[in-house]
């Protein structure tokens, strides 16, 4: 006799629609917390949000652990994009993102992310530095290697006659 077990189409309608009920449950209970009615969250609005049932609950309920919660909240708390205040939507939209694995694939999209971000700054630290500033192009931003001989050489003690 078979047993009876949901199809896994069946199971990924069910996941999507959880995943859907605790996206329309966190920022419900977030925006119960914007007392402004702003649409943002400061660091004391979230720590009070912590400190009651609803949202500690729902977050267990997501498998997610309060305190990787609390660690993104101050981090995007600091981002100068959002002055100490952190916009709700954006923020149950990351939180999303923290739920299941980080595979070997989004590390490396990470990487390359973060390769792409050093390569920009080093063109504008070297705009900024060779011509004061004058306007740059995105696409043709130069690899680490070839700027390596802009930057400072360590001291060298005197050579010995």
Known sequence: MKCLSPDPETLAHEYIRRNHEYVRELTHLCKILDTEGSGRLTQEQFKLGLSQKRIPHLLAMMDLKKHSIKELFEAMAKSPDYDGQVDITTF??????????????????????????????????????????????????????????????????????
């Not at 530095?129 to 390596?148: E, I």
Request: proline share 9%; aromatic share 2%; with cysteine.
């Open 92 to 161: 149950v939209e990351k939180c999303m993102l923290l739920k299941g694995t980080s595979t070997n694939f989004d590390l490396q999209k990470l990487r390359a992310e973060c390769d792409i971000a050093h390569k920009r700054i080093i063109h504008m630290l070297l705009d900024i530095t060779v011509t004061g500033g004058r306007q740059y192009s995105h696409s043709s931003l130069p690899a680490p290697s070839s700027v390596s001989h802009l930057r400072p050489k360590t001291a060298r003690p005197p050579r010995k006659p």
